[in-house]
């Protein structure tokens, strides 16, 4: 695919609150360390992840996004009205129904005739959203979109702790390891077709973009 009238007008972000270091984690799983004999510090030696953010207990991932998108706004002056699509492109969701773009395209104020709409990719949701707007553009379909996400790395770091511990064998250690590193965030991102009068001069054109998959490997990695 290659474009000529699309360009990325903003990427702003929020940072989850709460900081989480890798001896926090590494402190729950003592009795896993102890039996195998690990040092503390293995897992930010062997990821290079010392610490990483969570969002408060009971946090609605639509609020983070909310914070990011009013970022993207802010830094672009974009008129709302000129949003023709918002897209929440999370694993984590607010709820399967209604979309939680729905929530997000609500607290901007977007016009009646702006589609709304979620998808999900696992870790390439936000690129997949990015091409899904960058095509409505280029189409002509509409001049500008809002990607927005937020991920919450929490419970699926509890579950996987709960687990290692109610199965603690150096092989599911060594499996479970990488979700010790997930973090939490949120992001947006705003696309244009360049003819739009914004506030910041930022626009870095999206020349083009390819796809490639293996999807014989869907069993990797299954969350939920």
Avoid at 46 to 52: C, F, P
Avoid at 87 to 94: A, H, I, K, L
Avoid at 155 to 160: A, E, G
Avoid at 184 to 198: F, K, R
Wanted: hydrophobic share 45%.
């Amino acid at each position: 695919m290659k474009y000529s009238r699309v360009f990325i007008n903003s990427l702003a972000y929020e940072l989850a609150p709460v900081v989480v270091s890798s001896s926090e984690l590494e402190s729950r799983l003592a009795p896993l360390y102890q039996k195998f004999r690990i040092p503390m510090g293995q897992l930010a030696a062997l990821t290079g992840i010392t610490e990483r953010r969570w969002w408060p207990k009971g946090h609605q991932l639509s609020d983070g996004a909310i914070k990011a998108a009013h970022k993207a706004m802010v830094e672009t002056g974009i008129n709302v009205a000129d949003l023709g699509a918002v897209v929440y492109t999370g694993v984590c969701r607010d709820q399967h129904e209604p979309a939680t773009a729905c929530r997000i395209a609500a607290e901007l104020g977007v016009s009646k005739d702006t589609a709304i709409y979620d998808i999900s990719n696992a870790c390439l949701g936000v690129l997949s959203g990015m091409l899904d707007i960058a095509n409505r553009i280029e189409l002509g379909q509409i001049k500008a979109g809002m990607v927005v996400s937020c991920e919450s790395a929490r419970d699926i770091v509890d579950v996987t702790i709960e687990n290692m511990l109610a199965d603690p064998t150096m092989q599911n250690f060594a499996q479970s390891l990488a979700t010790l590193t997930g973090g939490s965030g949120a992001v947006a991102v705003i696309l244009t077709d360049g003819s739009l009068p914004l506030a910041n001069q930022r626009q870095h054109q999206l020349l083009g973009a390819s796809h490639l998959s293996a999807p014989q490997h869907h069993q990797l990695c299954q969350w939920g």
